[in-house]
């Protein structure tokens, strides 16, 4: 299947969709956070240990952002309208790759906060925000880097 410059969207109209979806994500994800860690106490943000039994917000963070990467990659590569890549191995490959991307990147955002702002306790509010806004940045950005994967001509 060859593509065309139409088929191909247009970079605003992908910027705009990538926003939307990333929008989309931070509502549904912070709801679905607001209700799990509804009557909890103050949590930690990071805590100063790679094997610590206490929950934080950051630590929720990596797994959140690992999962969802991978499932908005598999299910935006399979619901592609325009002429794609196959899935395998292709798409496989990018659902990994965005995995590993979105694993690493919360990662070292978590271990830079930790190095620099320590361990701070906030609210149940203010842990739902946080993860809401990373959930979002990552559902915006895996939405882009799918679709132009997905639609770049093999090598």
Not at 27 to 56: K, R, Y
Not at 109 to 127: N, Y
């Amino acid at each position: 299947m060859t593509s065309t410059a139409q088929d191909l969207p247009e970079p605003a109209a992908l910027l705009k969709s990538s926003a939307t979806t990333g929008l989309v994500n931070a509502l549904i994800n912070g709801a679905i956070q607001a209700f799990l860690m509804a009557g909890h106490g103050p949590v930690a943000l990071s805590a100063d240990a790679i094997g610590t039994e206490e929950h934080t917000v950051l630590g929720t963070a990596v797994l959140l952002a690992t999962i969802l990467a991978m499932i908005l990659t598999a299910v935006g590569h399979l619901t592609l309208k325009v002429p794609r890549r196959p899935f395998l191995p292709d798409g496989l490959w990018l659902v990994v790759k965005h995995g590993l991307f979105a694993f690493g990147a919360v990662i070292a955002a978590a271990v830079l906060w930790q190095r620099l702002a320590g361990t701070v306790v906030v609210g149940v509010p203010v842990a739902v925000a946080v993860l809401a806004v990373i959930a979002g940045i990552v559902a915006a950005t895996v939405h882009y880097m799918t679709i132009i994967a997905a639609t770049a001509p093999r090598r």
